[in-house]
């Protein structure tokens, strides 16, 4: 079997799939850039060092959107961190309500689906 371009390009996809997905990336990365250009206006340039453990380790575009307005609704930092370490303490406190609701969820729906019986 030869290769050529129009084999290589059918096999891999080049055109119809790699391209595309290289294209949204670029778009992607812009996006954040600028949203990293609010942040650096609003917090200054060392705003990621500043939010340290706040930060996740791979932020997404839709997080560093949301950081950048909520950046501008709360310019001063000193507040504006106190807000966040509260907002990331309540989650932290829901998240273990959330499963035990949904552990009494799964219950309930075993025990109606058994109607009392032991399933063998």
């Known amino acids: 079997m030869e290769v050529d371009c129009t ?11 790699l391209l595309p997905l290289a294209d949204l990336h670029a778009e992607t990365e812009k996006r954040k850039a600028r949203a990293k250009e609010r942040l650096e ?3 200054g340039e060392n705003w990621e060092d500043e939010l ?12 560093l959107r949301g950081l950048a307005v909520f950046s501008e ?6 507040v ?17 309500q959330f499963l035990i609701m949904l552990f009494l969820h799964i219950s ?8 009392g019986r032991i399933p063998s």
């Open 108 to 115: 309930l729906r075993l025990r109606i689906s058994y109607r």
């Open 80 to 96: 504006a961190k106190t807000i966040l370490q509260d907002r990331i303490n309540v989650r932290n406190l829901c998240f273990p």
């Open 7 to 17: 084999t290589t390009d059918t096999e891999l996809g080049f055109t119809t799939t």
């Open 52 to 63: 340290g453990d706040l930060m996740p380790p791979w932020p997404a575009e839709e997080f």
């Open 41 to 43: 206006a609003t917090w």
């Open 73 to 78: 609704k709360h310019v001063d930092w000193a």
